[in-house]
């Protein structure tokens, strides 16, 4: 009579570990999923702090002048740019 209570028990616990749609290696793989997401949701709002205070500086003027020039390399009028690059941030052939 206890053997048949064990093999229920035993046909239960296989059932609910490797069968069910609620089983144990579902919850792991969404448990899983579920501390990815929020590593990626403290990144991006990492990353969303730091936009803020970008747009905050840039709310300056001179700020603002100072990052289209050094972003997107635009000028005043009458005005000439050098790019000067060094020799070790040029891509050569060797680097691939």
């Known amino acids: 009579m206890g053997n048949k209570y064990v093999l229920i028990l ?27 997401l929020e590593g990626n949701r403290a990144y991006f709002k990492q990353e969303i702090k730091s936009d803020r205070n970008q747009i905050n500086k840039l709310k300056d003027s001179e700020e603002l002048e100072r990052f289209a020039r ?13 790019i000067i690059e060094f020799e070790d941030s040029l891509k050569t052939d060797k680097d691939g």
């Open 10 to 36: 035993v046909i239960f616990t296989v059932w609910m570990v490797f069968f069910d749609t609620n089983s144990w290696f579902i919850h792991k793989e969404l448990n899983d999923e579920i501390e990815k």
């Open 70 to 82: 050094e972003e997107y390399l635009m000028k005043k009028e009458n005005e000439e740019i050098f």
